[in-house]
């Protein structure tokens, strides 16, 4: 039986062998299909996987984003409208729904992104997370909160949800903004009207106000609060409660610091790192000096903000008179207001007559030198203020800890905190003692002499950045009208919280006249040129302001036929240059007036030439060089 089994296995291995030479080339391609196909399954079943988990990411993400907006939305209303026990208990039931997501959110990141969401990810991610976490199981699991009963609170829910929300969709905004690549200044216009629409809304809620208003009026003062302007048709000293006082105060703070100074450092720390273009981005917005300084800097301006604040309140509650108010909350609101009305150079008040009431002026005038102090601070800018900073450390270093013959740490003024210190300061002298001579037997008539000369520099100094009137401007003689006038045109200096053409562009003017009348080559001062771009975006700067202010008085002369027309520039020059100063106009506008007057709020706030930069910057013709042909110039 062996015999016969070997010698079938041999003829049938001979017939293949027989059959293999003439189909052998369709054999090999079938067995190199088999093997293709193979090889290449698990690939593509791998492939499959992850395009399946992105679907997922993303639609999440788009889920998680709807839920922060709603969860934003669900704690001003539950805090801002006059809730029944049924509406509250509702907003609950979403906000609760929210968490929900937030947490599954969390574990799917844990459990298929673990090397994003928890080895590479922020300190700010994890704080947040662990929020969510420990809201979540207070929920949950009621008996295990038991222990701390703050975590099962209302407060400490929503402060979670709004910490979540907020640190996710300022990251996801950095993303957006790094995948379209959009131009820094439309993104910073878009972050401004975002903000400004935003504040509209909480603005209207009953509990903001102690009467309704009308929707332009809370768009107004909306756009004047993140455009740090204080112009405003309504006494909010009357109208706004304490509620509405919070709102105002962090527009106007948003507004002051730029969302994206918030929105980088929430960012930063949510996600571990960030993109190369959303560095660049940052940097541009800020004017870090470089990559390495980019989180430094972001620090520095939100640690010199509170700082100064905080020591500004300390000292307007000190100074301010305390017959003003009826309890000791009272005080601390008014001091922390306008501590940070006057820094970021809004120049809102919540007192009545504002800063001319009698009280005031009749008391402590070392009241009105701390809101000049802040005033000025705020107006010279954050890049003057952190190389002031470099500069008092390392002479406080070298006095420490001398060093023999090493330069490689020096710091110097450079040419920019150069320029705009002494063109401020000659502004401000310029400024008191002008004022002082034009208002010496007008609107400082009844006034000690010393109280003549502080108001002479407090009103020398807010023209050029804030709102605040310690004196009625509709008082005062023509000739002070228009240094008033050419002081909100100059403006405070660039990168600050204040308006105008800004006092680096007018003196870069200035240097290029002194150029052009000595025959110089080159613009400059202190042994430093200036760059030709520089020069001519300064002729920019001031050419866009000029026009603008003729293109908007037009405007309002057309709306309004029967207001003088000194009133009406110098309202247009006010909300155009973000001052807030006002000759009693803008209460009795219409609508339509209020809403131009928006418009110049914003663009003054954003930069008319930014934004046409970032829409028509991209068109011009590069590369070309044409023949040079003169042009007669005088």
């Given at each position: ?340 009305s006057a820094f970021c150079n809004a120049g809102f008040s919540n007192l009545k007559d504002g800063l001319s009431n009698e009280v005031l002026l009749k008391g402590n005038q070392f009241f009105y030198l701390v809101i ?201 020059m006010s909300a155009l240059f973000t001052v807030g100063s006002s000759l009693g106009l803008t209460p009795v506008l219409s609508g339509e007036s209020k809403f131009v007057l928006c418009i110049a709020m914003f663009l ?22 044409f023949p040079n042909e003169h042009i007669i110039i005088n």
């Amino acid at each position: 039986m062996v015999r016969c089994s070997i010698s079938g296995a041999s003829v049938l291995v001979g017939r293949i062998e027989n059959y293999m030479p003439n189909n052998l080339p369709r054999l090999e391609k079938a067995i190199k299909r088999i093997i293709w196909e193979q090889k290449h399954k698990a690939p593509n079943e791998s492939q499959n996987y992850v395009q399946w988990l992105h679907k997922i990411d993303v639609f999440f993400t788009c889920l998680t984003a709807i839920a922060s907006v709603g969860s934003l939305l669900g704690v001003a209303f539950y805090y801002g409208l006059n809730n029944s026990t049924n509406e509250a208990s509702g907003f609950l039931v979403g906000l609760h729904a929210a968490l929900f997501l937030f947490a599954v959110n969390i574990f799917l990141g844990i459990c298929f992104a673990f090397n994003r969401f928890v080895l590479h990810a922020g300190i700010l991610k994890w704080i947040v997370n662990l929020l969510i976490l420990i809201s979540a199981a207070a929920y949950f699991f009621p008996a295990a909160s038991n222990w701390f009963g703050c975590i099962s609170s209302k407060e400490f829910l929503f402060f979670s949800l709004a910490s979540y929300s907020l640190v996710f969709l300022s990251a996801k905004a950095l993303d957006l903004a790094n995948s379209y690549r959009m131009n820094p200044s439309l993104i910073l216009a878009s972050s401004f009207i975002v903000v400004i629409l935003i504040g509209t809304f909480l603005l209207m809620l009953p509990k903001s106000t102690k009467e309704p208003i009308d929707l332009i009026d809370a768009f107004f003062i909306s756009t004047s609060a993140v455009c740090v302007t204080g112009l405003s048709p309504i006494d909010i000293s009357q109208i706004f409660t304490n509620f509405g006082l919070l709102v105002l105060s962090v527009l106007i703070q948003i507004g002051g610091l730029g969302l994206i100074a918030f929105t980088s450092v929430f960012a930063i720390f949510y996600a571990g790192s960030t993109s190369v273009y959303n560095q660049l981005l940052i940097r541009d917005m800020i004017y870090s000096k470089s990559m390495d300084a980019l989180l430094p800097t972001l620090l520095y301006i939100l640690g010199f903000t509170l700082s100064i604040e905080t020591i500004g309140a300390f000292l307007i509650y000190v100074t301010v008179p305390s017959s003003l108010f009826t309890t000791l909350s009272d005080k601390l609101i008014f001091s922390a207001f306008h501590s940070m009305s006057a820094f970021c150079n809004a120049g809102f008040s919540n007192l009545k007559d504002g800063l001319s009431n009698e009280v005031l002026l009749k008391g402590n005038q070392f009241f009105y030198l701390v809101i000049c102090a802040l005033m000025f601070l705020g107006s010279i800018g954050f890049p003057i203020l952190i190389n002031l900073k470099d500069k008092l450390f390392w002479k406080i270093k070298k006095q420490l800890f001398p060093s023999t013959g090493e330069q490689t740490n020096f710091i110097r003024f450079d040419l920019n905190t150069k320029l705009v210190l002494i063109t401020s300061s000659i502004l401000v002298a310029a400024g008191t003692v002008l004022f002082l001579i034009f208002e010496y037997d007008g609107t400082l008539k009844d006034m000690s002499f010393f109280t003549k000369i502080v108001q002479s520099l407090f009103n020398a100094i807010l023209p050029r950045t804030t709102g605040f009137a310690s004196v009625n401007p509709a008082d005062f003689q023509p000739s002070t009208i228009l240094l008033v006038c050419l002081l909100m045109w100059i403006g405070g200096s660039s990168q600050s919280m204040a308006g105008g053409v800004k006092v680096n562009t007018v003196a870069v003017l200035f240097l290029n006249l002194k150029s052009i009348i000595t025959g110089s080559d080159q613009t400059g001062a202190f042994h430093r040129a200036i760059s030709e771009k520089a020069v001519l975006r300064a002729y920019a700067v001031a050419f866009i302001a000029t026009v603008c202010v003729f293109v908007f008085s037009f405007i309002l002369i057309l709306l309004e036929p029967g207001q003088p027309i000194r009133s009406i520039i110098f309202e247009v020059m006010s909300a155009l240059f973000t001052v807030g100063s006002s000759l009693g106009l803008t209460p009795v506008l219409s609508g339509e007036s209020k809403f131009v007057l928006c418009i110049a709020m914003f663009l003054g706030r954003v930069g008319l030439l930014s934004i046409l930069i970032g829409l028509l910057g991209h068109r011009g013709a590069k590369g070309c060089s044409f023949p040079n042909e003169h042009i007669i110039i005088n």
